[in-house]
């Protein structure tokens, strides 16, 4: 989620937070999180966020772990398999947000190559935005950052982004444009279905090259869906807009021609 700290303060100019980000890289390994991991608790935070893919595999486990040692506040951000162990990060205090619609890529070396992988996190990230599934990370890591600005102990959503909690934080206001919201973040959320079976499940390189081709192919479908539901929602000038004051204030607005307002 590279994106993560600029939903949070898109224009760079917020005054009442400041992000640090330290990053184990590609690999994701329990070696690299162990050396890195660490060093975010050096700059002394009232909270932080593990972003990973599959945050059941040893790397993130690895995060969890020294953050957990050192009675850090911890939100997990990751994909549909976080699913399965939501109950244990609860009951180890963790906060979480499981995002359904965040798809593994068809990462086979026949395929995937450094454009091919550029291209399909660009039409994720396209859905991900015009559904509603950033609208709900920004809006819920707010809601810790104003908990913590009031000296409270930090909030620590546990959520998991399904199609209805995404859509409905997406703010659509044609119907036709929320149906296809929908269609576009169900369109992804199958699009693991074919990349876990292209991956792990087919070892013939010749079987297991046309799915993970498919399931790019659905993921741009999608993202030309999330498009066209972006434009239906510009023709009726109904677009809403949630951008960040200096204060942290988050405003609002419809209209293209109107100043955003303060709740």
């Known amino acids: 989620m590279p994106l993560l700290e600029f939903l949070l303060d898109e224009r760079a100019e917020r005054e009442d937070i400041q992000f640090r980000i330290v990053g184990s890289g590609a690999n994701m390994g329990p070696e690299q999180v162990a050396e890195v991991a660490p060093k975010i608790l050096d700059f002394k935070p009232h909270f932080t966020i593990v972003v990973s893919p599959n945050a059941t595999v040893p790397g993130p486990g690895k995060a969890r772990e020294i953050l957990a040692n050192a009675g850090m506040p911890t939100i997990v951000i990751s994909d549909g398999p976080t699913k399965k162990i939501t109950k244990d990060l609860e009951a180890a205090g963790f906060g979480y947000i499981v995002i359904e619609a ?62 209805d909690v995404a859509v409905e934080a997406a703010n659509f206001q044609n119907p036709y444009a929320k149906a296809k919201a929908i269609a576009a973040h169900e369109m992804s959320r199958r699009v693991a ?9 087919v070892k013939e390189w010749e079987r297991y090259v046309p799915l993970v081709a498919a399931a790019h192919e659905m993921m741009r479908a999608a993202a030309k869906l999330a498009d066209e ?7 009726l000038d109904s677009v809403y807009r949630a951008p960040h004051h200096p204060d942290g204030t988050v405003m609002s607005k419809r209209r293209l021609l109107e100043k955003p307002a303060k709740p």
């Open 193 to 201: 279905d074919l990349t876990a079976e292209g991956c792990f499940m």
């Open 102 to 163: 965040d798809a593994m890529i068809g990462a086979r070396r026949e395929f995937l190559d450094p454009i091919e992988m550029a291209i399909f996190n660009a039409d994720i990230a396209k859905v991900l935005s015009v559904v509603g599934v950033y609208s709900v990370l920004a809006r819920e890591i707010d809601r810790v950052i104003v908990s913590v600005k009031r000296g409270e102990k930090p909030y620590l959503p546990r959520l998991v982004v399904n199609k």
């Open 229 to 235: 539901a972006r434009e239906l929602e510009k023709g």
